[in-house]
Each structure stands twice: as structure tokens, then as C-alpha cells.
């Protein structure tokens, strides 16, 4: 379990400062810091961008990916310690780990891997070598989607044939479509068997140790800007609306480390008029505390010990229930604070009407706003998989993790045991209980921007336009990163995507 922070870890904006222009995709934007210092700059020079024992060390990794990493975090903050943790969990599955054996085994899990890697690479060799009889190699993803259509019309033989083809072209060391065709294929045999929710268990039999799974989410943060995007967003927002508070009140429906908060933290204490009052309220999950390896008591000395750091009160409440049990009196609202509240790429755990009849995902919202808080942030993925019949729901499942996929492929070398790893562990299991289960068993239940608009509309939110010049520090982060990465604006809200495909929402109401 990494350390806590103390005073040689952290930095003030002082030190940051100094070393801004080593990164060389931010000199174009250097003139962000020569504006008069407000909340919105210390938050930009004190985002928590890498920590540099997680970088691999693969010889063969990207030696000028991982130097635009390095440098970003010189320029945005100073050095970390070893030990720093950066991220909090995000929405990587709910439920707490199983101590039951796995009784199935499969050709990507990390058991026996590297005897299965060869494997898989020697066969796709062949298979580069002979396109598939009646259906072209080149043609994967029409393939995975010929499969997902069998499937769908209950076609069962058809479906048997083509998911050989599909087996044969698929590599967890391949193309971007051939490792995201290995997990789609996956769970399209689970779909079949009636097995979803048991390999979407299984998978969390075969999780490494919570410090091994850390390192691969911190590797997934590390190389891909879609949480540093979330979490900056949000503080942005939130240190906008609370600028001139007293007493601050934020509660965190997805609290993890309880590092995503240092950076807000920093720029609160750095205030003209003083420092506030911060508490902060942490909603845990059983997958938080697995991969945390400890209680909401290492949260708690983790923010007391930056709340020493920079000087500023700090009170921490841990609420160990997931979000749908959360109820008005574990939050403690008090009288004169002022209420922030983050929803991070958690609230679509949380079931709707399509699942529950009373509804829980629209209760949480009605809930929150009956603690009229000042902001509320919510970050999502956009992809519309709630309610979509299956068919349609494979295809826009294959859409987005394609361009996931895509995005990792630039910074990670291929054949890579770290990347096999990150995106088993990171993202297999959310891929197959999309595709393989239904009703409560799937979890995973992504709606789009719009979609959300309407539910917080309805609970009677109305929505708190983001910062333009948030937007400018985000637009100058990706810069340090690969020119397919774009940011729109959209109605007030900010949308994160991979070429074309928009992957990751942000927006704020009130």
C-alpha cells in the first residue's frame, strides 16, 4: 500500500512554477501562467499528472511518451514520491473481490499468460497468412458484428460458425480491433451460455493484488488524459462556485484514494482571503477499498496529512455503503456550508427504472438536490448502453472501446505484458458485462450527455456553464499528448473523445 503524503512529497504553486517551460508542448500555451494567480491556475499547477514509479519500464516502451509524460509533470508538479498515489478507483465494477476458486479458464487470463501469449501469436500468424473461408481476415469488426447480428436472432449454428472465424482473428497482443474482438468475443460466448455473470465474476478471481491492479489503473491514468480530464474539470468547477466560502461541504460518491482532492486543496489554501474550512465526505465502494488494501482510515490520514502540508483544515468522514443506500442523515449537512457534490464515473452503477421500479438512479439525484448544494459535477462516459437492445448495444460497445483501444495503442508497445495486463484489468470486465448480462447482473450502464441533462433536469437541477479558461488549461494539457485526442464544448458542458468519437463527459449543475 503506497505511503501517505508528507511535506517532502508535496509542493506549493511557488515551486511548480519553476519549472513550467520544460515541457515543450506548454510553452505554447505558457501565457495561461502569467495571468493574475486565481483558483483556476493553482489547480492547473498543482494537478496531479503521473507518478513516475508507475511509468513502465519496458525498454520498449515509447521513449517519447514517456518523456512528454515526465516532462508534464515537472512542468504541471514538482517530483513525487515513490509511493504518491494520484488516482482514485474509477468505474472498473462494483461488488467485493471473491475468495472462491475459478473454475473457468480463459485464453487471456493472466494465469499461464505467457505460454498463451506465444500461443495466440503464433496462431494469428497463420491466420495473417489465410484469410478466413467466406469471410476476409482485414474484415474483424464486420465480423464480431455478423456475430453480435447471429446472436441477436437467436441463430445459433450460424453463430457457432462465425465465432470460430472470429476466434481465430482475434490477439490480445494484435491490432486494437483484434485485442478489443478477444473480450467481445469472450463475452458474446458468455451472452450465449447464459454465463455472463459468472466470467464477470471470474475475472475478479483472477485480479491481481490490490497494489498490482493500482499500478495498472495508475498506468491507464497515466497514459490516457480521459480521468485527469474528469478530475480537473470537476475541481475546476467546484472551486469556481465555492470561491468565496467559508465553510466547504464536498462529498465524493466515488472516493478511492481521496487524492483527486489534493490538487483543489492546494489552490483553496493558496486563497487571497485565507484558507477555508474543508469537509469532505467519502462514499466507498468494496473495489475502493480492495484496491486501496485498507479502510477509509488510510483516506482520512491521507487528507489529514496534506491538510498539514498546505495549512488547511481538513475534517474527513468515511460512509462505507454504495450509493444507492446513502440516505440524508450518514451526509451530515450542516447549516452555513457550502455543498459541492461528484458524481465520477460512478452514477451509472447505480440502477434506473429499467432495472428497479423505484428507481434509484433518479432518487440519488432527487436526494442530492434536496441538499441544495451550491455545485454539483458529474463525469461519465458517453456511450449509450442502459437501455439499447443487445445488438445495438454490441455495436456501440465495440464503437467506444475501439477508439479506448486506439487511444492506448499510441503510447503502449504492442506484445507489452503491462498492456495486456491494464486492459484485462482495467477494461475486460466492463466489456463483457455489457455484452454478456442483463437485468441486475449488468452493472456497467453508461447513458449519454443528453440523457443525463434530462434526469438532472428532472430532479430540478439547472445546469452551471464550465469555465472557458478550465477549458483553455485542459485544451493546453492535450497537447502533451497525441493530436487525435480532442475536447468539445457542448451546452455548458465539456466532452473528451478520440478522434471522432467522444468518450467522456463532464458537466456541473446547481
Not at 498543482?46 to 509524460?69: K, V
Not at 486563497?271 to 477509509?296: C, N, Q
Not at 499528448?481 to 451546452?491: A, C, G, I, P, R
Request: with cysteine; proline share 4%; net charge negative.
Amino acid at each position: 500500500m503506497p505511503s501517505s503524503y508528507d511535506s517532502q512529497e508535496l509542493h506549493t504553486s511557488g515551486e511548480i512554477h519553476s519549472g513550467v517551460n520544460s515541457c515543450k508542448s506548454l510553452q505554447e500555451s505558457n501565457h495561461y501562467l502569467h495571468r493574475p494567480v486565481s483558483f483556476v491556475d493553482h489547480l492547473q499547477d498543482g494537478l496531479h499528472l503521473s507518478t513516475r514509479s508507475f511509468l513502465p519500464q519496458d525498454a520498449s516502451y515509447d521513449h517519447e511518451t514517456r518523456h512528454a509524460l515526465l516532462e508534464l509533470e515537472t512542468a504541471l508538479m514538482a517530483p513525487d514520491g515513490e509511493d504518491q498515489i494520484t488516482t482514485s478507483s474509477t468505474s472498473l465494477g462494483v461488488g467485493s473481490r471473491p475468495t472462491t476458486s475459478c473454475q473457468r479458464n480463459r485464453s487471456w487470463s493472466s494465469e499461464g499468460q505467457s505460454s498463451d501469449v506465444a500461443h495466440v501469436e503464433k496462431h494469428h500468424k497463420s491466420v495473417e497468412e489465410e484469410s478466413l473461408q467466406g469471410f476476409p481476415s482485414c474484415n474483424l469488426k464486420q465480423l464480431l458484428i455478423v456475430c453480435a447480428k447471429a446472436l441477436s436472432e437467436n441463430n445459433m449454428q450460424h453463430f457457432d460458425q462465425l465465432i470460430e472465424k472470429a476466434r481465430s482473428a482475434v490477439s490480445i497482443t494484435g491490432e486494437p480491433i483484434q485485442r478489443l474482438g478477444a473480450y467481445l468475443v469472450e463475452g458474446l460466448v458468455a451472452r450465449k451460455e447464459a454465463s455472463g455473470n459468472n466470467i464477470y465474476h471470474a475475472l475478479r478471481c483472477r485480479e491481481p493484488e490490490g497494489k498490482d491492479l493500482l499500478s495498472y489503473m495508475q498506468l491507464l491514468y497515466e497514459i490516457c488524459p480521459y480521468l485527469k480530464f474528469g478530475y480537473m474539470a470537476a475541481n475546476g468547477a467546484i472551486a469556481e462556485a465555492c470561491r468565496n466560502e467559508d465553510q466547504i461541504h464536498i462529498i465524493d460518491f466515488q472516493i478511492g484514494q481521496g487524492t483527486q482532492w489534493v490538487t483543489l486543496l492546494q489552490a483553496l489554501a493558496a486563497r487571497p482571503g485565507g484558507a477555508p474550512h474543508v469537509r469532505i465526505t467519502g462514499i466507498d465502494d468494496p473495489l475502493s477499498k480492495y484496491v486501496r488494501g485498507d479502510g477509509l482510515e488510510a483516506v482520512g490520514k491521507r487528507l489529514a496529512a496534506i491538510s498539514q502540508t498546505f495549512n488547511i483544515r481538513v475534517e474527513f468522514h468515511g460512509v462505507p455503503v454504495l450509493a444507492p443506500d446513502v440516505t440524508k442523515d450518514v451526509l451530515d449537512v450542516r447549516p452555513g456550508e457550502a455543498l459541492a457534490v461528484n458524481f465520477p464515473l460512478q452514477l451509472h452503477h447505480t440502477a434506473d427504472e429499467s432495472v428497479d421500479m423505484s428507481n434509484p438512479r433518479d432518487g440519488l439525484l432527487r436526494l442530492v438536490k434536496s441538499l441544495s448544494p451550491k455545485v454539483t459535477t458529474l463525469v461519465e462516459q458517453e456511450s449509450n448502453t442502459n437501455t439499447t437492445p443487445f445488438f445495438n448495444r454490441f455495436i456501440e460497445t465495440l464503437d467506444y472501446y475501439l477508439a479506448m483501444f486506439e487511444s492506448i495503442d499510441v503510447s503502449l508497445p504492442r506484445k507489452s505484458k503491462v498492456q495486456i495486463n491494464m486492459e484485462q484489468h482495467c477494461l475486460a470486465r466492463d466489456i463483457v458485462n455489457i455484452i454478456a448480462c442483463e437485468g441486475k447482473e449488468r452493472v456497467e450502464r453508461h447513458e449519454l450527455l443528453g440523457k443525463w441533462k434530462s434526469r438532472l433536469t428532472m430532479a430540478g437541477f439547472r445546469q452551471y456553464p464550465l469555465s472557458s479558461y478550465m477549458n483553455s488549461v485542459i485544451r493546453s494539457l492535450l497537447r502533451c499528448y497525441s493530436k487525435h485526442y480532442n475536447l468539445v464544448e457542448k451546452d455548458g458542458a465539456m466532452l473528451l473523445g478520440w478522434k471522432d468519437r467522444n468518450l467522456i463527459s463532464t458537466s456541473a449543475w446547481y
